[in-house]
């Protein structure tokens, strides 16, 4: 049984326009919809109301309630006759004279309405049913499909590991290979126009195919993320009883658990690869499972289509991001570089081992986040969640492109500085997607905030969001740009930067009130909403602003000392508190205590790192924390303060170098200085 959008060519031409009034294509979300919503409405009603009618010899609004209650009935056991092949004509029925029958006036209008919510809730449980069974003899089309285009792409993949192929060649195979998919069924069957649909479902499937091919560049990497997300849309057909997809889903991840102990070593090399056969395969069949799942419990077809991308995002983006920037450099995008995640995420300190765990958790958390979003089933909620999480991995892919390349790739040619920027360093245009997703998400968490249970669903049928976003968005991004918000550099913000972004916010939130005032009286808004989304907004936009130095607050927590240099700083004033900074944002360093003689200072903490007593304390701190460079902040201390930290790191054979924070040299000084340091 179909459960989307019926054809024109499925139904009479009468029933047209009442298709076309319902706008969603998962009809048994609509229907599970209603049912609330008619409860809500009775609920809300005083009881003198039962009995009202606009007009004479018309329906009140009881008999209303009656007549769905029929049609119900009737429609339910029409439905029953036809999955039955039940041959006989069925009969009609005349409305009014069953309505006169029904004594409507008789019952509570909350009564109506619980029984019209228990007839709607077995026939979806029908409904429902009747779907699995179409479902299964639907199954051996699609995983015979399914499998010889696994069949495909393991084969080109295997001769590709044996001899490299061309790149075309190796693109037909996974063409071949998404045709027969395609052709027994596996298809993005929430969208009814097929020549939309199927060229599609052709990208999805080559595209994360690719995606964990360019994954596999680092051991244990491809098949760990392969089994975060093959573990969570297994979980997530478990909740929905498809047990087929669940199967699939947890038969892959349990593969590649059984492949991660040879390939993913604590101490020593890979025992065994996984090559181009096993990293196309495991794409290709993500892909497919994410196909086949049923994310009917998503609000709309949107986020519908975003659920399996944030369960595939880490493979994703990291595809995007070497797509573009080897587009820019002009460079092939199937060559191999170390400019993925996973490279910059070494290149900014971490261990092979730790970037590919930290990918894999970060793939955990943005899963599981989403299929609980889909189990809620808030719409407001669900679409704040989708943003605010895209934004933030867009964000974060952000921050490790604006790291130093590290390789160049042969024929690689200097590009422009200005499309540079665009691609690898964080351009306007950039910034402005990611504000556009913040301002979003915003808006929808002020509805989710304001609104719960069946008002939020009303206000998300009633399309007062939808019509509304995109003034919102037109305004603030406006003022973003008015008030200068592009122009700064974020990673160093200060106050006068969060007035401006404080303005913008406010400016953007009077303008696009005054708009919706003129144009319809504001009739259908709430006040409220804008309130909160400015909060909210002021709040996420300056957190995207601050999140440079939090991602970097928390590699450096991730990476720890391990692999680092070990760093003690002599000094807690303002120069070590700079040297902290600095040392913080650089690789191969882990700072681990402070030393200084103030007396108020002992036993504290300076972000995070303890003071672990005075300079005549160095020799104790040095064995304690095993430290192996330290450095001086403090050059105009004592001289028999100096001596004896020096004495102590010769003795104990650790490096130690003053860092000197001189703000008024003389220029001749300091060039004589440099002159003599080069001569030697």
Known sequence: MSTSRPEASEYAPFYAGYVARVTEDDILGVLAAQKDEIGALARSLPEPKQAYRYAEGKWTIGEVLSHLIDGERVFGYRAFSFSRGEQA???????????????????????????????????????????????????????????????????????DDLKPLPAWTKLGAQLAAAGVAVATGTVIDIIATDWVAYPLTVLWLIGITNAFNLLDNMDGLAALVATVSAGLFAASSVL????????????????????????????????????????????????????LSNWRGASNVIVALLVPV?????????????????LRERRP??????????????????????????????????????????????????????????????????????????????????????????????????ELAVDALIVTGAYALAYAVRFQGDEEGIFWRSGIFQRSLWILLVARIGAFVAFGLYKGIWRHAGFRDGLSMMYAVGTSG??????????????????????????????????????????????????????????LIVGAGRAGISLLRELRESPGYA?????????????MRIQRVPILGSCWNIG??????????????????????????????????????????????????????AESAQQA
């Not at 007839?119 to 429902?128: D, G, H, I």
């Not at 699609?142 to 295997?158: E, Q, T």
């Not at 700072?591 to 036993?603: M, P």
Request: glycine share 8%; net charge neutral.
């Open 510 to 567: 009077v303008v696009v009130v005054a708009v919706l005032t003129m144009s319809g009286r504001f009739e259908g808004y709430s006040r409220g909403v804008f309130v909160v989304d400015a909060v909210l907004c002021t709040a996420l936009v300056g957190a995207s602003r601050l999140g440079e130095r939090w991602i970097e607050e928390l590699l450096t927590s991730v990476r720890g000392a391990a692999g680092s240099r070990r760093v």
């Open 591 to 603: 700072v681990l205590g402070f030393l200084d003689d103030d007396g108020d200072k002992q036993g």
């Open 240 to 291: 929905q009883d498809d047990v087929a997809v669940a199967a699939l889903a947890a038969g892959l991840a349990y593969a590649c658990l059984g492949f991660l102990p040879f390939n993913l070593r604590r101490s020593r090399s890979a025992a065994i690869f996984m090559g181009d056969s096993g990293s196309q395969l495991l794409g290709f069949t993500l892909a497919a499972v994410a196909l």
């Open 89 to 159: 004509a069925l009969p009609g029925f005349d409305e009014n004279q069953y309505v006169s029958a029904s004594r409507a006036g008789d019952v509570p209008l909350v009564a109506l309405a619980r029984e019209f919510a228990a007839v709607r809730e077995s026939n979806l449980a029908f409904l429902r049913r009747l779907g699995d069974e179409a479902t299964e003899s639907l199954v051996a089309p699609l995983l015979a499909g399914l499998f010889a285009g696994c069949a495909i792409v393991f084969g080109a993949g295997l001769v």
């Open 310 to 326: 944030l369960l595939l995002a880490v493979p994703i983006l990291d595809t995007a991001l070497v797509t573009l920037v080897r």
């Open 620 to 673: 104790e701190a040095i064995d304690r924390v095993r430290v192996d460079l330290v450095l001086v902040t403090i050059p105009r201390a004592p001289r028999e303060t100096l001596s004896h930290v020096v004495s102590a790191c010769e003795s104990r054979n650790v490096s130690c170098r003053f860092a000197l924070r001189e703000h008024d040299l003389d220029p001749a000084q300091f060039l004589a200085g």
């Open 333 to 430: 995008v199937h060559m191999g570089g170390k400019d993925h995640s996973s490279h910059r995420l070494v290149g900014h300190g971490l261990s092979e081992r730790r970037a590919v765990v930290f990918l894999a958790c970060l793939a955990a958390v943005l899963g599981a986040m989403t299929l609980v979003l889909v189990e809620v089933d808030r719409p407001f909620l669900t679409i704040a969640g989708v943003s605010l999480a895209v934004a933030l991995l867009v964000r974060f892919e952000l921050f490790l492109a604006g790291l130093q390349r590290l390789d160049q790739a042969p024929g690689y040619r200097r590009p422009l500085v200005s499309w540079r920027r665009l691609v690898v360093y964080r351009h306007q245009l950039l």
